[in-house]
């Protein structure tokens, strides 16, 4: 969308697993329902709601979440901060009661099986990920509003700008890779220091300081928590978590009960090729698996891809010495802009895009970020990111059972390596010879996503999704 003003708070926000366009998006666009309904003063009189589910939401809606968030949203809820814990509890409730707290003040009759509607073998054209909620009146009228998530937790009602924020007046306004080189190279500053500069236009610069190192400790408890959780994931394709043995092989049967103690054995361990490998995977293999339990994460820029950037950023933080505010600030600083970029001129949904718009800007971001915080060059930093994406290309999204976990997870591992490796290969490279721009490999990127089938684009239809025979619990 031309002009579209995007904060590294839209690119990362915290919420909850397993998916951003799925869960989040869903979630907020409930959210934003009830403050409609508010707004026009009917609020109280609301006796029914339905949800109709479309496209994507509707074939992959169960195995994402997209029931229990929107339930968790008309009631009141929100994923910045509702309890994990009191999911299972509060849904249980809402079905067995046939009871809806609306916007966590009115209590309205709902049946879970015949006022959530998933329409399999519909889909609206704006965008697959869409919902319509309706609201029957004591007056014997109707409200009725459509929502589209459209990716990373963003959502557009329809019929209006797609953006909420404030627009404001940018120092650095960027479309494209070759506009924000052009700014880099023109003004001196980095990247992180052109992003900075665009923050302070929407608040104060310790403001944002403060909430990239919010969202900062969100993934260090992820990660920590992911890495000393075992059991299987919910959903019934009964998958084994995997980063809390990895972690224990890795670092021994003493147990750290603190983020910095247990950092600081990691990095005490050695810095072997197959030891900080395994680590990096470890990682991300923790963060996918909190965001596949329902438990609280940071979208990077999605839910589905929320392990590459905590993987890559942990690597640099643990083997590279980069434990400093500073750092820390400006690789999420650096890494929202390359995310900025491909929302901007492609798409950052897998129902759009495939897995390419997901694992793929992930790791970009990442790549670059890593390659600035290691003293890259700003072209380095935009090469780093185009060689990620160059080989996500095509990368399709084909969920089994519809679960953020096969082939999601792992698939993490392998975007925080390419990352890690993209930036290597840069900061060895001399960027004025590179035959393909980041703003290229972008325009690629969705030029394949139009190209892709359908059932390649997280539906659960095709690929990988229907090669591996499985039986879920009804929902």
Same mark, same amino acid.
């Given at each position: ?23 989040? =998006? ?18 109280? @009189? ?16 169960? =195995? ?7 339930? +968790?949203?008309?009631?009141?809820? @929100? ?6 814990? !009191? ?17 966590? *003040? ?74 924000? +080189?052009?700014?880099? +190279? ?36 992820? #990660? ?32 750290? *009960? ?67 505010? @500073? ?10 802009? #390359? ?27 990442? !790549? ?18 185009? #060689? ?11 969920? #089994?059972? =519809? ?34 721009? +980041? ?37």
């Amino acid at each position: 969308m031309p002009n579209e003003q995007i904060s590294v708070f839209d690119i990362f926000k915290i919420g909850i697993g397993p998916s951003s366009s799925h869960t989040l =998006g869903p979630w907020r666009a409930a959210q934003q329902f009830t403050s409609s309904l508010a707004a026009q003063g009917v609020l109280a @009189d609301v006796e029914q709601v339905k949800i109709l589910l479309y496209g994507s939401l509707a074939k992959t809606g169960k =195995g994402h979440g997209t029931d229990i968030a929107i339930l +968790l949203g008309l009631a009141g809820g @929100d994923p910045v901060t509702f309890d994990v814990n !009191a999911i299972d509890s509060t849904i249980a409730q809402i079905k067995d009661e046939q009871k809806l707290r609306l916007a966590g *003040h009115f209590n309205i009759d709902f049946s879970y099986q015949e006022d959530l509607i998933f329409l399999f073998a519909e889909s609206l054209p704006f965008h697959p990920n869409a919902v319509t909620f309706q609201a029957f009146l004591s007056t014997g009228k109707a409200i009725s509003e459509t929502y589209y998530s459209i990716g990373g937790g963003f959502v557009v009602k329809e019929g209006q700008d797609s953006s909420e924020k404030e627009q404001v007046e940018l120092p650095f306004p960027v479309e494209k890779a070759s506009e924000l +080189l052009h700014w880099c +190279l023109t003004t001196g500053l980095k990247v992180s220091e052109i992003v900075m500069e665009n923050e302070a236009a929407w608040r104060p610069e310790a403001e944002t300081k403060k909430g990239i190192l919010q969202h900062f400790k969100v993934i260090n408890e992820c #990660i920590y928590r992911g890495c000393h959780t075992s059991g299987f994931l919910p959903g019934g394709l009964e998958v084994a978590r995997r980063a809390a043995k990895l972690n224990q092989r890795l670092i021994g049967q003493q147990t750290y *009960h603190d983020y910095d103690s247990w950092i600081t054995a990691i990095r005490n361990g050695g810095m072997g090729f197959n030891y900080i490998l395994d680590w990096v995977s470890c990682f991300a293999l923790a963060v996918n698996e909190e965001n596949a339990a329902f438990g609280r994460v940071v979208t990077a820029p999605t839910n589905g891809a929320s392990g590459v950037i905590p993987a890559v950023l942990q690597y640099f933080i643990t083997f590279c010495n980069g434990y400093t505010e @500073d750092k820390i600030i400006q690789f999420i600083a650096c890494a929202s802009e #390359i995310g900025s970029i491909f929302k901007k001129g492609a798409t950052i949904s897998a129902a759009m895009g495939g897995c390419q718009a997901e694992i793929g800007v992930s790791s970009a971001m990442a !790549a670059a970020a890593l390659t600035e915080c290691l003293g890259g060059s700003q072209r380095q930093v935009l090469m780093a990111a185009e #060689i990620a994406m160059e080989h996500h290309l095509g990368l399709t999204c084909d969920p #089994i059972g =519809g679960l953020v976990q096969i082939p999601c997870i792992e698939r993490n591992t392998m975007g925080a390596i390419k990352a890690i490796t993209a930036s290597q290969l840069a900061l060895q490279s001399n960027p004025d010879k590179a035959k393909v721009s +980041l703003d290229a490999v972008v325009n690629t990127m969705w030029e394949t996503a139009l190209d892709m089938n359908v059932k390649y684009k997280e539906t659960s239809d095709g690929g990988l999704a229907t090669k591996v025979p499985i039986s879920l619990p009804e929902c």
